[in-house]
């Protein structure tokens, strides 16, 4: 077969982090197509994702570790592109197609997916000038079944491949479990490099005892859960909650230290460190955040801030950390179950409950309660009444 008759294949996709059903669908589209090259090429930002995905040279690396463990690390035909994340902006699949197109005018081209990608393809940017100038080529993913995607033609490779949900990868990535979808040179690296928050992970077990940080992990786990129905990204709500108590372990006098530097003087600062000193370990989560692990994030550092005493006015990532804290599977008494249920149901509702369940709380102990505690609960009336 000429050079330029053989198929080439553009394989678009996070790669964020790249795990078995990549490398499955890249081993069997050499073996059945033949193509004269296969560009993998990982998306500056891919569209519909929420992440900020690890840089483009450390999710190459990667993908070369797991094409050796795969054994597809000699094959002349593989290449790994840096057209999309050259750009620095997102790059849609249409531009992708263009770009090789032009690069392989004679060439059959073929843009390779896995079948739960299929479903959505219609609402890509111009899915006809796509179809125009590329085939689609797709491996069956369990539960992502070929007759789903009434429309859209495609070639299918023979096989089933693995079911790989890169969002579930990612979560327990964050939680610093070892997903079996991911290889374990994949695995060994992402360790070596302290990537998806292994780095943050490693510092905030210096900073806690052994229970604050399982705490952490609980409320991470809660929050990457509710972060769809938050409408917050995935990295985000991991980052805000992972690191919401990392002050809580510190002696008080530096917690207050750090407290001040967030929460200048004032009466109000004055009265609390007086009046209900553990709540300080709030300011100064934000400010430790910002200083030791080199958050810069205003949300983050504002949900770390306001995860003990809420405030009016919250923004949903500070809500959901404020209700992860709180409800999270870790906790022992019985409003954390009942408002974590609903939390599910109904995330506005359990951050409402989470704000009754704390100040009830603090009522019981008879002491001072902070305004902030307060001001959130008037607030909320006020917006049932209106
Ligand atoms: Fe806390
Ligand atoms: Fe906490």
């Given at each position: 077969m000429a050079e330029e008759k053989r198929p080439v294949i553009i394989y678009g996709g996070?790669?964020?982090?790249?795990?078995r059903g990549h490398t499955a669908l890249a081993a069997a589209a050499l073996s059945q197509l033949k193509p004269s090259v296969l560009y993998f090429v990982p998306g500056f930002h891919t569209p519909f994702k929420d992440l900020q995905p690890t840089p483009f040279a450390g999710r190459a690396a990667l993908l070369r570790a797991a094409l050796a463990e795969a054994g597809?690390?000699?094959?002349?035909e593989l290449r790994i592109s840096s057209f999309e994340a050259d750009q620095k902006k997102v790059v849609y699949t249409c531009e992708t197609v263009e770009h090789f197109r032009k690069l392989h005018p004679g060439a059959p081209l073929y843009f390779l997916m896995g079948s739960d990608c299929l479903a959505g393809f219609?609402?890509?940017?111009?899915p006809g000038f796509i179809l125009k100038n590329a085939r689609l080529l797709a491996g069956l993913r369990p539960g992502?079944?070929?007759?789903?995607?009434?429309?859209v033609p495609f070639t299918a490779l023979a096989g089933r491949f693995p079911r790989a949900d890169s969002t579930g990868i990612r979560a327990e990535l964050f939680l610093g479990g070892r997903p079996a979808q991911l290889h374990r040179a994949v695995l060994d690296r992402i360790e070596k490099k302290a990537l998806y928050l292994s780095r943050e992970r490693t510092l905030l077990r210096k900073l806690l005892g052994h229970g604050r940080y399982a705490h952490s992990l609980y409320t991470t786990e809660l929050a990457l859960r509710l972060a769809p129905a938050a409408g917050v990204p995935q990295q985000k709500a991991a980052l805000a909650a992972l690191l919401?108590?990392?002050?809580?372990?510190?002696g008080q006098a530096a917690q207050n230290r750090y407290c001040l530097k967030r929460a200048p003087r004032s009466a109000l600062t004055g009265l609390m460190l007086e009046?209900?000193?553990?709540?300080a370990h709030a300011w100064a989560g934000a400010s430790l955040a910002a200083e030791?692990?080199?958050?810069?994030?205003p949300e983050i550092l504002e949900a770390i801030e306001q995860h003990a005493t809420g405030a009016p006015g919250m923004g949903p990532l500070a809500r959901l950390v404020y209700v992860s804290d709180m409800a999270n599977?870790?906790?022992?008494?019985s409003e954390a179950g009942l408002v974590r249920k609903l939390a599910f149901k109904d995330l506005g509702a359990a951050f409402r409950a989470a704000n009754y369940v704390k100040l009830v709380y603090a009522f019981s102990g008879g002491g001072w309660v902070h305004p902030l505690s307060v001001a959130l609960w008037n607030s909320l009336q006020e917006k049932k009444k209106g």
């Open positions: 996070s790669f964020d982090p790249p795990h597809l690390a000699g094959r002349k219609r609402r890509w940017r111009r992502h079944a070929i007759g789903k995607s009434p429309g919401h108590d990392c002050a809580r372990d510190l009046e209900a000193p553990v709540l030791k692990f080199g958050v810069k994030d599977e870790g906790r022992g008494f």
